[in-house]
Structure formats: C-alpha cells, structure tokens
C-alpha cells in the first residue's frame, strides 16, 4: 500500500560527484551507475539486513534501515559484483556472499563467510576449480556447516562451513549455475541454458556435516510417500530424445561402505514389529528373461544391485515385498523408459519401518517414515484391509511357486528314472511349463493346476493393488475361490511327499 525510503546510495555513488563529461569506468560508480544486485534479511532477526552492489560493496543494517554500515571485505575492488548474500540461518551475525568477477576477467571464484556482522570476513574458495567463477552460494537451512554454491562449471558443497569444497556435479551438465535454492530436503539449481535441475534428497550431506569419517555408515532416509508410478500403456521415447526423468518412487536409502572390507554387504528392511519385508545382497544377481521379450532392451527394469564397492552408494526401495515368484511377464505401463517385472510384492502399508545395514559383521540401523500420497483420502483401515488380501495372495503365490519348482525337478529326476503315472499325477497337479505342450498337456492346460491357478492369482494381486482403495467384495471372492482351488491341489502334492 505505501513504500518508505530507508537507506542512503549503497553503491558508493557520491552526489557530490562531477556529472561533466563521459562516464568512464573510474568515475561510473561515484555517479550513480551501480545497482543493488542482491538484499538477504535475516530470518533469525527482522532488523538485520544485508545488500550487496555490482560495484563492489556490502551494507548492513541492524536496526531495521535508520543506520547503515560499509562492511565490505577489505581487498575487494571496484565493480566486483556482489551477485549473491545468504543471510545465516543459525546465528544471525553470519552471512555468506558470492562475488562474480568475470566482467574484471578474473574469472577465480570468491566467496565470503562472516560470523561477526562483517567486522571480518573469510575467503572459502578452497577446492573449487580456479577458474569456475562462483555466483551464488547457500547454507543449508536444517544443518549447520553445510553450504551448496552454484559455478560456472557446475555445483559444489562444502560440510565445514566453506572451509573446503567438493564438487557436487552427478550427471549435471558442465553448465553454469547461476543460483541454486534448498527446499526442504532438494536442491534446485538454475542453469544458464541447460534447464532447471533438481538434487532430490540431501540427507546424505547433511549428515556428513555431523558424521564425517571413512568408516561404514547407514546414512538416515529422508521420509517416502507411497507414490503410485504412471500405468499408461505407452510406447517411451527412444533413449536419444529429450526428456525430463521423474524421481524414484520409493524410499531413497544411501549408506557408505568403508574401503576395507571385502565381505558381503546386506540391506534389510524391517516392520514395526520386526518382521523381515525384504532383504538384499550384494551377493545376489540379477535375473535374466528366460526368452527375450516383445520390445527393446533398453525398455527392460534396471534391477536395484546393492554394491560392496568402497564408497558412497544410493540404493532405492520400491516399497514392496520382494516379487512372490520368477519368471512372469512384463508390465506395458512404461515409466522413466522403464517397464516392469511382473507379479510385484505388495506395496507396505504407510508406518514406520528400520532399515538395517550389515558390513562386515556389523549392524547399522535408521529409522524409515512411509507417508500416504497426500491426494489419496484412504484411510488407515482401508490400507490395512488391501493389505490384509495381498499379503494372503502373496504369501499364497511364493508357496505355490515353490511347489511348482519342485514338481519340476521331481519331472527331471524321472526322464532318468521313468515313472509315467506318477509324471501323470504331477503334471495333474502343476500343470506343464510353457513349450512342452503335447496332446497331453493341452488337454491338461485346461484343467484347474498350480500353474493356472498361479495365473489367476497373479492377476487378482494386480486387482488388489489397482489402486489405495480396500478390496472389493468381487475381488475377495475370486481370491477365495482360487485359495480353495490352490489349497486341494497343494494337498494332493503333499500326498506325493512335496512340501
């Protein structure tokens, strides 16, 4: 509604200046032709404020505008730019400021820390590339000691304050940075040409402020929404078009494996009550299709491997139990280039979970929050009752498939040993794989077997899990009728000695 002048000229101009004559570079800024590139107010007190000038110069108020300060950093020339100040977010004498030099062709970068409301200052370039001019710089709103800084060549941190920096480039582009923001647990950086760009998830870096080291180490998951991936059934683009890339659904887990160690390295995942929900090795491999399926290689799920490589790793966990059997088909739903495996675990219920890492005999756990997707309105009842009915077919699924594994290796023991009646009962009981079909076993692809009742189980899990909603009672029917079919086949089996 109204605007009140509350301060001087912070540019150095001087009205007492001469205005005669060109304006030159060593008469401009008494004349009045810098800018106030940059204000940073505290959030820790209303009445500090900080600015900073194209020309070089850095003022503070700290009495809400009445009085002002020249704290400008002792050496800084002329027509250094000031392109950012970060007011500090735990103590309010702190600020931090980036300083573009490039127009001077001093293309080094220089960035400033203060504690003491700018009676002194700091320089904090040390491990940035000497010549990536550095135009912004934040600290990190939730730990103290953690700074991000946008470059001419890319994003560095720092976890002691600017004291040392390391690169934080990824698979950014070798592009500017203009400026960056956290917000709340992302960096988002602004390129100069190269889109906007996001970090998702720095929980790792703000714990490395508080856990430096080289030893092992489960770093604590940032919060997971039970997010649902896309299910349209389209084609992806090929891998050479453009495209944005969504973040993972899941939970993002990173944890450090320390570089002495040569044994296996386990993740698992535990309920509130501390029963097992999945568990990975880095000893296990990743399964292959047993026939190559209908579309390109480069559409296949790039399996999750958890690495016993020294160093800093991201894993993530899709938020299901591991899949109930090996071998089916594929989802068309296409995702990130990506389809899926099919069946798939249940997804969890939201809760609390522990993730617990194992290195070399040791044991590191944190603690996981699992969130509903804030659109969905079920309630806690409904997720608990579909997860109720898929936990029943999963568990039914993962013990038919067992069954059926074992009437398969039964059936090769006896083309060594031939028993044809009992051949007959087991495929009357399992049904036969795919590709052995004979007269025989067309007749028997009819009949009510694991295989086919695996199938129907299979897709009822789908049903299930369509979408955050409890079962319906169609859906509760079904699975009971194929429970009983499954239950008076797997008794049958158990008559011939299998589990």
């Known amino acids: 509604m109204s605007w009140q002048h509350i301060s001087p000229d912070l540019t150095g101009a001087d009205p007492n200046a001469s205005q005669s004559g060109p304006p030159t570079i060593e008469n401009a800024k008494t004349r009045g032709y810098g800018a106030i590139y940059t204000v940073a107010p505290s959030t820790l007190d209303g009445n500090v404020i900080w600015t900073g000038s194209d020309t070089g110069m850095i003022y503070l108020t700290r009495d809400d505008g009445k009085t002002w300060e020249n704290v400008t950093p002792s050496g800084l020339s002329d027509w250094s730019k000031i392109s950012l100040i970060d007011a500090g977010h735990f103590d309010a004498g702190t600020a931090y ?10 293309m080094s970068p220089w960035l400033y820390r203060t504690h003491d409301y700018g009676k002194t200052w700091t320089k904090i370039v040390d491990g940035i590339a000497p010549n990536a001019f550095a135009p912004a710089v934040r600290e990190d709103q ?4 953690l700074l991000v800084t946008g470059t001419e060549f890319g994003v560095y941190f720092s976890v002691d304050d600017g004291s040392h920096w390391n690169t934080l480039q990824q698979n950014l582009p070798n592009t500017p940075v203009h400026d ?12 100069h040409g190269r889109s906007f760009w996001v970090l998702d998830d720095i929980s790792p870096l703000r714990e490395l402020a508080q856990k430096a080291g080289s030893t092992s180490y489960l770093f604590r998951p940032a919060l997971a929404v039970r997010v649902r991936r896309s299910v349209n059934n389209d084609t992806p683009l090929a891998p050479e078009e453009p495209q944005g890339e969504n973040p993972p659904a899941g ?19 535990l309920d509130q009550s501390g029963q097992l929900v999945r568990r990975y090795s880095s000893n296990a491999r990743p399964s292959t299709p047993r026939t190559p399926p209908p579309f390109p290689d480069y559409w296949l799920p790039r399996p999750e491997t958890l690495s016993a490589e020294p160093g800093m790793h991201r894993f993530i966990w899709d938020l299901r139990y591991a899949p109930p059997a090996a071998g089916g088909g594929y989802a068309m739903a296409v995702a990130n280039i990506q389809t899926e495996s099919l069946p798939r675990g249940p997804l969890v219920v939201p809760g609390s979970y522990r993730i617990r890492l194992t290195v070399a005999g040791q044991s590191y756990e944190q603690p996981l929050e699992v969130r509903v997707d804030p659109r ?14 898929a936990k029943r077919i999963y568990d039914s699924l993962r013990q038919s498939s067992q069954t059926v594994r074992q009437i398969d290796e039964r059936r090769a023991q006896l083309k060594q040993q031939p028993n044809p009646e009992l051949d007959r009962k087991l495929i009357a009981i399992a049904g036969v794989p ?3 079909e004979d007269e025989e076993g067309a007749a028997a692809a009819n009949a009510v077997t694991l295989r086919r009742v695996s199938t129907s189980l299979s897709h009822l899990l789908g049903v299930v899990e369509s979408a955050d909603a409890p079962p319906t009672k169609q859906a509760g029917d079904a699975t009971a009728e194929a429970l009983r079919q499954m239950n008076d086949l797997m ?3 158990r008559e011939l000695g299998l589990k």
Do not use: C, W
Not at 97 to 106: E, K, M, P, S, T
């Open 97 to 106: 400021a980036a300083v573009d030099r490039h127009r001077l062709d001093d």
């Open 142 to 145: 939730m730990s103290k000691g």
């Open 180 to 191: 960056l923001v956290i917000k709340n647990n992302d960096v988002v950086a602004a390129t």
């Open 251 to 269: 939970a993002v887990i990173y944890y450090r494996a320390a570089p002495s160690h040569q044994q296996e390295i386990t993740l698992e995942i």
């Open 376 to 389: 969905v309105k079920a309630n806690a009842q409904d997720y608990a009752q579909q997860f109720a009915l």
């Open 434 to 436: 795919r590709g052995e």
């Open 491 to 493: 008794a049958k089996a």
